[in-house]
Every structure is written in structure tokens, then in C-alpha cells.
């Protein structure tokens, strides 16, 4: 361990906006912005996950029979099959933001 790097160097308050040692800069007023692109971005597969599951519930809730077994009934089964559907068009969905989404940022980028 060596006690004279500059780990262990302590700096005034007053020193931190200058530059110390050389060309480096301390980190301050760094905020990192978060919106709800980000947000969405991190957890998308959790979000479409959580609205298939919520349309199998609903088909298996409405179709009358009370039943967790229900599911096997014909006309049960054919209509949670339109749970690929939803998927593929969540997909295609999530395809168009990220594209739009990329757009914006290559666009922001470009002087």
C-alpha cells in the first residue's frame, strides 16, 4: 500500500474546481438524467411479460369455469394462443422505439 498516492491525499472544498495533478479534473455536479425512455428501456421485457401474463389471466378469468384446468378446455386454449399475437406486435412495437429512439440519439449527437 502506498500512503503518498494520491488516494489518500485529502482536498479542500476550495480546490475542487481547479485542476489538480496534471490535466485531471475531480468528478462534481455530475447528473446522470434519467427519463422515462431509460426507464422503459431497462425493464421492457419485464412490461411485456407482465401484460401477456395479465391477457392469460383475463381469457382464463372470463371464460366462466372457475377452473385452473380450464386452460385445456378448446375454446380456453384457442384463445390464450392469441397470447403470440400480442407478443409479435409488443415485438414490432418495441422495434419501431428503439429505432426511434436510437434515431434520436445518433441525431442528437451530430453537430
Known sequence: MNR???FFVRSDPEEETHVTFGKRKSKINFVEVRTFLHLYRSFDRMWMFL????QAMLIISWHGDGSIF??????VF???LSIFITSAVLNFFQGIFIL????FLFSSRIP
Open 100 to 103: 426511434s429512439y436510437m434515431l
Open 51 to 54: 401484460i401477456l401474463v395479465f
Open 70 to 75: 380450464g386452460i385445456f378446455d378448446n375454446g
Open 4 to 6: 503518498k498516492s494520491d
Open 78 to 80: 384457442e384463445s390464450i
